[in-house]
T-cell receptor
């Protein structure tokens, strides 16, 4: 089945620690995205990548980093500089054609601070 | 800047009634408008979408309408069922160059049995 796989489902971070969230897609999508969702709020864009080895900052990139070494993978690192990391993190992907704009989401990772 | 306003923030309906959620977008260049359903602890699921060259689209009990002049689009759910209870998000996509989707703040729909 084609889809977007996020892991782990739950993640705990200790103070001063960097943690990495995994996102893999087998949809052959060019574009991938990371969103942050806080309780009762909408989705805020952290980073996005339109092509391998290239990515752009979203609206709330501070304290986060990404890489795009493979088309299928777009891992997100939450660094110690992110002082309020507790949130639900969503990875998404989309095709790059003008006739197929569907943005599809993974199942999310809940990050909590110990 | 780009913005999508979504109303209402919460909506309760009796089972079998209809539900309507409305969104307004700010950037007239937006050309694609998806709707998502999100259940607790899960990722958003795309349920219906519409492009700017279409005024209405229907898929069984759900439909989306678009008024480009007013920059409004709405989700209509008929014959609501308890399993329709979830948070619904609208979004607007800017033209292909930026790959940017702007999301509304969500509507929590409760269908009362």
């Amino acid at each position: 089945d084609g889809g977007i796989t996020q892991s782990p489902k739950y993640l705990f971070r200790k103070e001063g620690q960097n943690v990495t969230l995994s996102c893999e897609q087998n949809l052959n999508h060019d574009a991938m995205y990371w969103y942050r969702q806080d309780p009762g709020q909408g989705l805020r864009l952290i980073y996005y990548s339109q092509i391998v080895n290239d990515f752009q900052k979203g609206d709330i990139a501070e304290g986060y980093s990404v890489s795009r070494e493979k088309k299928e993978s777009f891992p997100l690192t939450v660094t110690s500089a992110q002082k309020n990391p507790t949130a639900f993190y969503l990875c998404a992907s989309s095709a790059s054609s003008a006739t197929n704009e569907k943005l599809l989401f993974g199942s999310g990772t809940q990050l909590s601070v110990l | 800047g780009e913005n999508v306003e979504q109303h209402p923030s919460t909506l309760s309906v009796q089972e079998g009634d209809s539900a309507v959620i409305k969104c307004t977008y700010s950037d007239s260049a937006s050309n694609y408008f998806p709707w998502y359903k999100q259940e607790l602890g899960k990722g958003p699921q795309l349920i219906i979408d519409i492009r700017s060259n279409v005024g209405e689209k229907k898929d069984q009990r759900i439909a989306v309408t678009l008024n480009k002049t007013a920059k409004h689009f709405s989700l209509h759910i008929t014959e609501t069922q308890p399993e329709d209870s979830a948070v619904y998000f609208c979004a607007a996509r800017l033209p292909i160059k930026t790959y940017k989707y702007i999301f509304g703040t969500g509507t929590r729909l409760k269908v009362l049995a």
